[in-house]
């Protein structure tokens, strides 16, 4: 189980505002104080909240947030930010409003909450470089990149930079996804720049299978992320990974006591644990519950245990 822990461990950035959940904002802030002081919470990541709903965000969430710093549990509530602007004066608006927020959640006595990341859909590299350039320090940006375009120049842009690559693994239809190959070109692509990427949508299950409600296949976020690690450490190429990436075989992944392998490509527990930090990041999910009950169905988490 503990190279299922490696593997998921702050994983899961939690989306419910967004499809196919669409929680509204009371549900999904009081969803993320549930999975913090669950017993799973060493899986979930960030609350995902878009920049223009940061004031209903604050609304929601008074009188759930920490206020003190007595232990763990009183860690500020992680925020990663969905930019929607247009240019560089909007997104400098953007940028001014999170550093207020901030600033409002670090006062004492306030509820205490941080934005650490913000993602931004990317249009080019010349807009990758300008919002670079506008970027503090305190804040990780994301650059949405779309799969269906040759992202390398993109990618470029990115190297070097403190700054990382999302894609979209899914949606509410089929031809939100990315085949196999596309997805296996976009993660070579942010390997060979030495940029780290992030996924959302389409990954609620560990496995590969078809999805009957969008109707078309749908990757598993264990093919996802046991391939980019494969892929950092060079264990797979690209064209493994798209065979990795389509297998929907449970069999086929095996997860001992000191690692992980598909097909005999093995990874030990370190290897896991410094891919996920400096190349397969996170995944956004509108359900936090479900990947991590499908784990437990398939014996890779043990039982929840029973309450005293």
């Avoid at 006591?257 to 030990?268: A, C, D, E, H, Q």
Wanted: glycine fraction near 10%; proline fraction near 6%.
């Amino acid at each position: 189980m503990e190279t299922t822990r490696a593997l998921m461990h702050g994983v899961i950035d939690y989306a419910g505002l967004f499809p196919p959940a669409q929680l509204d904002m009371p549900r999904t802030v009081a969803a993320f104080a549930r999975h913090r002081s669950g017993d799973d919470r060493w899986a979930l990541g960030k609350l995902v909240v878009p920049v223009k709903r940061l004031g209903e965000f604050e609304r929601c969430a008074d009188g759930l947030l920490p206020a003190g710093e007595r232990d763990d549990s009183e860690d500020p509530w992680p925020l990663t930010v969905l930019s929607e602007a247009t240019g560089d004066e909007s997104f400098e608006d953007e940028l001014n409003a999170i550093e207020r927020f901030n600033k409002r959640h670090a006062e004492p006595g306030a509820g205490r909450a941080i934005i650490e990341m913000v993602e931004i859909k990317a249009k080019g590299a010349s807009m990758i470089e300008g919002a670079l350039e506008l970027m503090p320090e305190s804040l990780f940006p994301w650059f949405e990149l779309s799969w269906q375009q040759d992202i390398r120049g993109m990618v470029a842009a990115l190297s070097e930079m403190e700054s990382g690559a999302k894609v979209r693994t899914g949606g509410t239809t089929a031809d939100a996804h990315p085949t196999p190959l596309a997805l296996a070109r976009f993660l070579a692509a942010c390997h060979a720049a030495d940029v780290p990427f992030k996924a959302t949508a389409g990954l609620h299950h560990p496995f590969r299978h078809f999805a009957q409600g969008v109707g078309c296949e749908q990757f598993g976020f264990v093919n996802v992320f046991v391939g980019g690690a494969l892929l950092h450490h060079g264990t797979v190429g690209q064209e493994e990974l798209e065979m990795l990436l389509a297998d929907g075989e449970r069999r086929n992944f095996e997860f001992t006591p000191t690692g992980v392998s598909w097909k005999g490509r093995t990874l030990s527990l370190g290897q896991v644990r410094e891919a996920r930090e400096k190349f397969a990041t996170t995944f956004g999910s509108c359900s936090f519950d479900e990947p991590i009950d499908d784990l437990r169905s398939l014996n890779l988490l043990p039982p929840v245990a029973a309450k005293a």
